[in-house]
């Protein structure tokens, strides 16, 4: 297939110094920007639409000011983020509330939980698309640190697109049935199912 104007063809085109991706080096590229770049963002969708389908009333705020979306946005990926945990190796020996963590262990920190940490914010246990975060106060769905996803701001302006369109168009939400989970355990969280009805 002849180059393109996309991500694909400069993928292929990149060149540094004469040196080239591999077949293999550009295969693990696409491969991690797919898995990476689709499925966290399109889980991360289902996941805000059964917040809001749970939470009529802020369906409503948000319909009467459409203004909050980019705020909305950022509090359902706090809310109910696509990513649980994010995994690190443990450099040193350390001790985390009294137990010894030898160097080598991996750990895996549950940055939902610390998303939902009521002493890191207070009444982090509610919904609140009005919400103004205190300084200081960092938002974990992206992980932290220099592997910080790479995709946060492509992943929210998506997000605020589709916000925008669907608060606009659909009047009421709500959930139409059971809403099934992805396994637990899945490393990205969304819905396998999830039916809603508007009106
Ligand atoms: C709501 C959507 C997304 C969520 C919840 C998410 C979440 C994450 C998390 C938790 C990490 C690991 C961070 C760490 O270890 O500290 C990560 C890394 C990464 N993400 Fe995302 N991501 C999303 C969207 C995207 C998009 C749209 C792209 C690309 C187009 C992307 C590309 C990457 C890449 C390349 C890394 C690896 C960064 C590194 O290790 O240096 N992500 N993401």
Known sequence: MAPRDDMLSNLIAVEEEGDRLSASELLAVVAMMLVAGTDTTRNQLSNMIHTFAEQPQQWVLLRSRPELVARAVEEAIRWE??????PRFVIEDIEIGGHAVPAGTMVLLMSMSANHDTVAMPGADRFDIEREVPAGWHLLTFGGGIHHCLGANLARLELTEALAELSARLPVLR???PAQPTPAGS????????????S
């Open 187 to 198: 490393p990205i969280r969304g819905y396998t199912t999830l039916p809603i009805a508007w």
């Open 81 to 86: 983020p696509a990513t649980e945990a994010v």
């Open 175 to 177: 959930l139409a049935g």
